[in-house]
């Protein structure tokens, strides 16, 4: 049983808000890292050695984005952006990039620490429940290492995408609907939108689809939700 301290990375610029995060989710048991700029933020996230990252996308030096962008590139490192934006093409841009989750300020701190916790229950589930493969057409998902591999080729996935993946593949031809994806990924209790589900599936066609334009794994069903059919 690994008894570590999970380590969050927090990059905001505003340190009074970087102070109320800390110690709250510092009283929760977390450790926590604090970078003030997006150049430093990106080089700590980059380490490794962080369970999650909380990113501010209003960042000197660098932006938010670009630095969800970089570590996605190497790491799956779950990510929560935190912004004062509220443009919905922000949000969507955001997800798109391989962010987890996002939230907007103002927030409580509350809710923040019950973001995180849902996500590293979501990431620890396969571990204290079935460990082996699934697989279904060219597609094997390994549950023991959270793997995906199609046609013997490794796909990387973020934690989000991995979790809708093995949800599709317990449940082959059936339509789920938007809110059953919602509620078996992000949680029960997630106050979130509808719209995370389906920039994810997005992101999940780019990876696994032929041809995204004409998807043949991941359809649409629509008015409801997506279905899953190799």
Known sequence: MDNRKKRILIVEDDKNIADIVDYNICKQGYETDTAYDGEKGLALALSGQYDLILLD???????????CRRVRERLDTPIIMLTAREEERDKVFGLELGADDYMTKPFSPAELTARIDALYRRIGSDTQSDSGELTQGPFVLNTRNRTLDKEGKRIKLTQVEYAI???????PGRALSREDILTTVWGRDYDGELKIVDVNIRRLRIKIEDDTANPV?????????????V
């Open 57 to 67: 996308v209003m960042l000197p030096k660098m932006d938010g984005f670009e630095i």
């Open 165 to 171: 993946m093995k949800l599709f593949m317990q449940n």
């Open 217 to 229: 794994y991941i359809t649409t069903v629509w008015g409801f939700g997506y279905k899953w059919g």
